[in-house]
Structure formats: C-alpha cells, structure tokens
C-alpha cells in the first residue's frame, strides 16, 4: 500500500519525508488556501522538495477550463497528477486529458457508482473520502470495499485511493479492503507510531542496559 501525506505544508512534508515512507503528496483547495499560496506557485514548491505523486486539483467549473487549468498544472512537473472533481463536467475533462496521456485523481467520490464513471473516464487514482461518509453516519469503508471489488471484476487500472482519513483504524481497514493507496494527515502518520507497549519496552531495555554498564541515560 503506498502512503501519500495529505498536505500542502512544506514543514509537515519536510519532516515526513524524512521518514523514507511516504510515497506521494494530495493537496486539495482548502489545504492550499491554508498555506495562503496560490495553487500553481505552491505545487510548484512542493514539487522542489518532493519526488513523487503530488495531486494538484483543479478550480473551474467547465470541463473546457478544467482541460486547461489540468495541462498547466502537469506541466510544472512529471510528477504531477491532476485533480478534478467527480461531476459531469469533471469526468468529462478527465476523459480528454487521459486521452493526452495526463495523469487524473478524480476526488469527492462518495459512491461505488461515481467510482465506476472514473474508472471509466481512464482516471489514474480515484479518491473516495472515507471520513466523510463516516459522518453521516454510513460505513465509509464500504465504499472501499465496492470499489476495489467491481475494479478487480472489470480489470479497471485505476487505483484506489482513501481519502479523508482520520485515524489509525481507516488505515488498517484501508489497506484490509485492498486500497492500494491511502492518503494521511500528518498528524494521523505520527499516530501510526505510537503503541503503549512499544514505549514502555524500549524504555526498559535501555534502562536494564544502562543499569548494567554503568551508563548515563542521554
Ligand atoms: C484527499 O485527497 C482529500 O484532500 C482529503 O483526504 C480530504 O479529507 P477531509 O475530509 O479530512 O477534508
């Protein structure tokens, strides 16, 4: 399973690609919004910092601006992928810019059926937010679930991404399902660390061998 950071902080990449375990980046509007830099400048940025997959979403409402606004975003880097919005319009674009051989995430796919119209389109990644559905109080791993099925019975090359994370537990579900990517906030990665038990063993290994050579703990 490949882990991309959900961010478009350049500290929170910094640090969490020096882990060695993070395989791409997904930004979206509201996450560069946060950072207050324009979309184009801060993918460009990310991408100076960062080799691999970084999604770059698109923000017009036509499929004619969004072919656009997606060439320009992948021609800042081979790396980057173009995101775009699962409507009518969006799917529309995906197909086109497929069709010149630029890379689609199709984001806010809430249904197994929206997942088949990205599969369909030729989409790269699909990304269908888990969290979100959870809050309404539906199982959103179910949707995982559908979509890796019906892809693996159709042959379907999209890859299935889950989105909208928000703890350890949709990551072991995630991967359980059969998601072949999940996207993370920095925040839940450094969750995926902590476990009582291995805190509290390394602290008595080193202290049992402090103990025994004379050490002073650091
Ligand atoms: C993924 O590409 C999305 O940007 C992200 O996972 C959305 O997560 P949220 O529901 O926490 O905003």
Redesign the pocket.
Known sequence: MKF?L?SANLEELKKAAEWGIIDGV???P??IAKEGVPMEEQIRKICDIFDGDI?A?VVSDTAEEMVEEGRRLASIHSNVVV?VPLVQEGIKAVSRLSKEGIRT?V??CFSAAQALLAAKAGAYIV?P?I??VD?LGWPGMDLIRDIVTIYKNYGFQTQV?S????GALHVVEAAKAGAHIT???YKVIEQLFHHPLTEKGLEQFLADYRKAFDLIPA
């Open positions: 991309f959900d997904t930004t979206n509201s996450l999604s979403e995101k995430n984001t806010l990304s937010f969290g979100r809050d991404l989105a909208s994370v928000r996207t993370l906030p």
